[in-house]
Nanobody, 122 residues
Framework: QLVESGGGMVQAGGSLRLSCALS????????MGWFRQAPGKEREFVAA????????YYADSVKGRFTISRDNAKNTVYLQMNSLRPEDTAVYYC?????????????????WGQGTQVTVSS
């Protein structure tokens, strides 16, 4: 089970940190990803990290503003979001996968959290 937390409402230029905890499975076996979905839009890739955090991947739209990290001792992955923009408004989901063939695709991921709302006001 994946449980996200840390969403909320923030003004443009502000920051939020999302957390996602995995229970019931061996966290260090999985690559972890963050996706988001805005109303009327498809779910899109935001960021991902391999099982040990050795490699990280970002969507162009968030590079330089968002940072993904993980703490395998706490079974938790984080998404630090800085310089937030109104277009970052969406429901953010974390997901895990044992495969990294296409880490950018939501189809690669097996387990998903319930999502947490992030709203950025202008």
């Amino acid at each position: 089970q994946l449980v996200e937390s840390g969403g909320g409402m923030v003004q443009a230029g502000g920051s939020l940190r999302l957390s996602c905890a995995l229970s019931g499975r061996s966290f260090s076996r999985y690559a972890m990803g963050w996706f988001r979905q805005a109303p009327g839009k498809e779910r899109e890739f935001v960021a991902a990290t391999t099982w040990n955090g050795g490699s990280t991947y970002y969507a162009d739209s968030v590079k330089g503003r968002f940072t993904i990290s993980r703490d395998n001792a706490k079974n938790t992955v984080y998404l630090q979001m800085n310089s937030l923009r109104p277009e970052d408004t969406a429901v953010y989901y974390c997901a895990c996968t044992a495969y990294t063939t296409n880490i950018y695709s939501p189809l690669t991921y097996t387990y998903w959290g319930q999502g947490t709302q992030v709203t950025v006001s202008s």
